[in-house]
Structures are given as structure tokens and as C-alpha cells.
């Protein structure tokens, strides 16, 4: 079974250096047997997250099925005042359940390290019952994506680290959830059996 991958775009920004590196991490997962969706939220914006009719808005059932089918969601936010894209929030406020026992693995365009970002979304997978790569990787615009290419050779080379212990951690982590849901044990994924 290919590990299935939903990498999240969560900048609006037309020249988005978020999207370059989502893309580019995408497609080398693609190359090492993944099968990667991407979810650009400039393109496919979902409505304002409200409780009472969100799950009912046209374009929900879409995203909300491809989320369902998900291992692991890379999740790419630019840095605003220290914390995630609205966007990236938005996605994120929809779901819960969806994300138990899966991977998230973490992007952050910055110019101060990203790291009060990557700590926030760390806080979103834990209130999820998701797990977290230890590390998350980010990056500043102009200095390592520049012109719409990445362009600094230390950067490339943690995004080949990134890349390889997202497909290795989420093939695991998915392996044992799917144990878990199928089995009888006792663990936090028993409440999600159907
Ligand atoms: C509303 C807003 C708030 C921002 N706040 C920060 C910030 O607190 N720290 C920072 O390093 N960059 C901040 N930035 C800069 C963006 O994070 C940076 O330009 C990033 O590369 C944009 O990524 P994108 O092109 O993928 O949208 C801010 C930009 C905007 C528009």
C-alpha cells in the first residue's frame, strides 16, 4: 500500500515561497512512491470556519474525504505575527478526528526560524491525537527560495532529510494505525473504530 500524503499549501500568496517548497517536497515523495494530493488553499479555499454550518458547505464532503484518506499531512504555513497562515487555521479548525494517529510533518516560511509556528502546529497535532515529527523545517524567503526555485544547497539537503523521515515515520505510524483500528487492544485509536 503507497503511503498517502495530503500536502497543504497555507499561503494565498500568488508568488507563495510556501507553495515552491511544498511542491518540491510533493514531488520527491511522489518519486520515492508516494502518493501525493495537494491541497492549495488559494485554489480550493475552504468558507470561514463556522461550527454550525461548515460541515455543510459545498466543497466540504471533497476535502473532508481526501483528508479521511490521509497518512500524513505536510502542512505548509507562512509565518504571520509568530503563528500560522489564517488559511492553514481555517483547514485545520475543520477537522479532529481525521487527524488521530496520523503525521504531521511541518513547513514555515520565516525570516526569524519559524519556530513559535512550528511549536503552534505541534500544539494542533497533540489537541488532535496526531503525532509530529520531532523537527520541523523552515526556511527564508529570498536567501533559500529564490525566483520561484530553491536555491541554497543546505536547505535542499534537510529537505532530503525532511522528505525521508516523513515517508519513513509515516509509513510506521500508518502501519500501526491501521493495526489499531482494525484490532481489540486497548490505546487511543480504539474510540475511532467504526
Ligand atoms: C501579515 C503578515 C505577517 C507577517 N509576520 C511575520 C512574522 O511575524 N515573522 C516573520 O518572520 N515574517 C513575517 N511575515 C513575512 C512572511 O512570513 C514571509 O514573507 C513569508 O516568506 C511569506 O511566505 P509566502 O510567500 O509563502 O506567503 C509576515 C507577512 C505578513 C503578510
Not at 9 to 16: E, P, R
Not at 156 to 171: A, C, I, K, N, P
Request: with cysteine.
Amino acid at each position: 500500500m503507497k503511503l498517502k500524503i495530503l500536502a497543504v499549501v497555507g499561503s494565498t500568496h500568488a508568488d507563495s515561497v510556501t507553495r515552491v517548497v511544498v511542491l518540491a517536497v510533493g514531488e520527491e515523495l511522489r518519486k520515492a512512491g508516494c502518493e501525493v494530493d495537494l491541497l492549495d488553499l488559494s485554489q480550493e479555499p475552504l468558507a470561514l470556519f463556522n461550527p454550525e454550518t461548515a460541515y455543510g458547505q459545498p466543497g466540504f464532503a471533497g476535502v473532508k474525504a481526501r483528508v479521511e484518506q490521509a497518512d500524513v499531512f505536510i502542512l505548509g504555513t507562512p509565518d504571520y505575527h509568530g503563528s500560522m497562515s489564517g488559511a492553514l487555521k481555517n483547514f485545520l479548525d475543520h477537522f479532529w478526528r481525521e487527524f488521530a494517529g496520523k503525521l504531521f510533518a511541518t513547513i514555515v516560511a520565516s525570516h526569524e526560524k519559524g519556530l513559535t509556528v512550528t511549536d503552534q502546529l505541534r500544539t494542533v497535532a497533540r489537541q488532535c491525537y496526531a503525532w509530529s515529527l520531532p523537527y520541523g523545517v523552515a526556511f527564508a524567503d529570498k536567501q533559500h527560495v529564490a525566483n520561484g526555485q530553491i536555491v541554497n544547497d543546505s536547505f535542499q539537503s534537510r529537505l532530503g532529510m525532511f522528505v525521508r523521515d516523513t515517508q519513513v515515520y509515516g509509513e510506521l505510524l500508518a502501519q500501526q494505525r491501521h493495526a489499531d483500528l482494525a484490532g481489540a487492544d486497548a490505546g487511543f485509536m480504539a474510540r475511532l473504530r467504526k
